[in-house]
């Protein structure tokens, strides 16, 4: 079956380490995107990517890093420098950006 | 900048009652228009899309969605509620980043309590 696959479901991660959450897609689609969802915040875009190769800093991209290297894969690292990252993450895909876009299930990140 | 604005937090309606949830966008040309439903601690599903044409729009699960361009307006609908619509319900629009990549851009969301 087609679809998005984040994973892990849930990460703990330790204050000062880095962490790469992973989103995988077999719709061929060639737009990526990484959203952030905190209580009463809605969803927040993080980075989004267009095509292999490219992306560009969505609206808090700071603390985060990502790369897409293949067309099926679009990794996000929240670093150290994130300063909270416990949130839900999202990872999204689409056949182009003007078209409806279809999302994984989530990783929810605790820092303990 | 393109923006969605959902004006309700939360909404509570009783089960076989009729739903209208509010989205209002900002955008100068004709906008690229959705709405997504997401269950606690899932993903988000499509409900239904606008592009263009007909301003009445059909989607799953019973729902429909008009576009009013004179208020700004892509207000979702449902003529009767059921216990399993309880979710939260986001408006998105297609919007131009500052780069002119096109992006998806989500309101905030409305959380819909359905009472027996």
């Known amino acids: 079956d087609g679809g998005i696959t984040q994973s892990p479901k849930y990460l703990f991660r330790k204050e000062g380490q880095n962490v790469t959450l992973s989103c995988e897609q077999n719709l061929n689609h060639d737009a990526m995107y990484w959203y952030r969802q905190d209580p009463g915040q809605g969803l927040r875009l993080i980075y989004y990517?267009?095509?292999?190769?490219?992306?560009q800093k969505g609206d808090i991209a700071e603390g985060y890093s990502v790369s897409r290297e293949k067309k099926e894969s679009f990794p996000l690292t929240v670093t150290s420098a994130q300063k909270n990252p416990t949130a839900f993450y999202l990872c999204a895909s689409s056949r182009s950006p003007s078209k409806e876009a279809f999302f994984g299930q989530g990783t929810r990140l605790t820092v303990v | 900048a393109q923006s969605v604005t959902q004006p309700d937090i939360h909404i509570t309606v009783s089960e076989g009652a009729s739903l209208e949830l509010r989205c209002n966008y900002s955008y100068g040309a004709t906008p690229y228009l959705f709405w997504y439903v997401q269950s606690p601690g899932q993903g988000l599903q499509l409900l239904l899309k606008?592009?263009?044409?007909?301003?009445l729009v059909q989607g799953i699960k019973g729902f429909e969605a008009e576009f009013k361009r004179s208020q700004s307006s892509f207000n979702l609908r449902k003529p009767s509620v059921h216990w399993s619509d309880a979710a939260e319900y986001f408006c998105a629009v297609v919007a131009s980043g500052d780069t002119g990549f096109q992006k998806l851009v989500f309101g905030t969301g409305t959380r819909l309590l359905v009472s027996p």
């Open positions: 990517s267009q095509i292999v190769n490219d992306f």
């Open positions: 606008y592009f263009s044409g007909d301003t």
